[in-house]
């Protein structure tokens, strides 16, 4: 089975932001799943560009991103593929009021966001890129989201988020748990990219 996922450009950016798929992918878990389904695992191996759809079966071509669902405790396996037809819509999006709030410890290489501000993927995915930002600055390159696992539903709560960079590599790759309050949530890591 494959559907087309419903997406657009977000800000000034020729690729599609992997929280607006992430979105995207927990809309059509809760519709085809049930209440129970949450996208546990999302990892991509490039950017998207044009139109995505979600299927159940691998993929022949096309393959940008795959994952797992976590449906009353059974992982289901999806992929993310680029059908190559044109992104529809733009809309704006201001990544630094998202992240205005924000308390950074860079010593700690952590960064706390006291309120929300925005949907609880578009905040660790702008803190985390912050947090990145801060610790290993870039010349080349942009730090880009790679991957995301969770321990269950993304659901705030009404917790600080706070991420913590626990892995470093040569300043290409970073591993940075998710916290809300003191409650591990997940991990999300980031790689440096060129979009």
């Not at 809309?27 to 949450?38: F, N, R, V």
């Not at 870039?138 to 991957?147: E, I, P």
Request: aromatic share 8%; proline share 5%.
């Amino acid at each position: 089975m494959s559907r087309p996922l419903r997406l657009g450009y977000k800000g000034g950016r020729s690729y599609l932001h992997g929280s607006d798929i992430f979105h995207a992918l927990n809309e059509w878990a809760l519709e085809c799943q049930g209440s129970t389904a949450y996208v546990a695992r999302l990892s991509f191996r490039q950017l998207a560009r044009t139109s995505c759809a979600v299927s159940t079966e691998p993929p022949k071509a096309g393959l940008m991103g795959e994952g797992l669902l976590n449906v009353s405790g059974v992982e289901v396996p999806f992929w993310v593929v680029e059908t190559g037809g044109a992104v529809q819509r733009r809309y704006a999006y201001d990544e630094e009021k998202v992240v205005a709030p924000l308390i950074l410890d860079i010593a700690a290489r952590q960064a706390v966001l006291p309120i929300e501000t925005a949907t609880p993927i578009e905040e660790i995915i702008a803190v985390t890129k912050r947090l990145n930002n801060e610790v290993a600055p870039l010349v080349d390159g942009k730090w880009l989201f790679g991957q995301l696992q969770l321990n269950g539903p993304l659901l705030r709560g009404g917790g600080d988020l706070k991420i913590v960079m626990r892995s470093l590599l040569a300043s290409r790759f970073s591993i940075n748990e998710i916290y809300y309050g003191n409650r591990l949530v997940g991990n999300i890591r980031f790689v440096v990219g060129h979009p």
